[in-house]
């Protein structure tokens, strides 16, 4: 079983950047792909971003491309959110979650972890 644990929120200016981590433990956690997901108050979960084990041919959400980049290293087994050009609307509870191919429903993944708080000012 892979355990996820999120890290890198905080409170930033619009305009600014940061880079989130999601770090994978348990046997298994080098050969899963890695989704980014967030939760806007009020929303349901949203896909952001998604990797699979080998790091190529990552997947992105529309509002993601261009600003975006989701990257892993495997011998951390930590896969990385790097946000530039941050927006207020950006601000969400952001989740990474554990599968066993890219899918941009949060439905395929099983293993979540709690996620990391992202707050943009304006």
């Known amino acids: 079983q892979v355990h996820l644990v999120e890290s890198g929120g905080g409170l930033v200016q619009a305009g600014d950047s940061l880079r989130l981590s999601c770090t994978a433990s348990?046997?298994?956690?080098?050969?899963?792909?890695i989704a980014w997901f967030r939760q806007r108050t009020g929303t349901e979960r949203e896909f952001v971003a998604a990797?699979?084990?080998?790091?190529?041919?990552?997947k992105y959400a529309e509002f993601a491309e261009g600003r975006f980049t989701i990257s892993r290293d495997n011998k951390k087994n930590t896969v990385f959110l790097e946000m530039n050009r941050l927006r207020s609307e950006d601000t969400a509870r952001y989740y990474c979650?554990?599968?066993?191919?890219?899918?941009?429903?949060?439905?395929?993944?099983?293993?979540w972890g709690q996620g990391t708080q992202v707050i943009v000012s304006s």
């Open positions: 979650a554990a599968g066993v191919t890219v899918k941009i429903r949060a439905g395929w993944y099983d293993v």
């Open positions: 990797v699979s084990w080998t790091g190529y041919n990552p």
């Open positions: 348990g046997s298994s956690a080098s050969d899963v792909a």
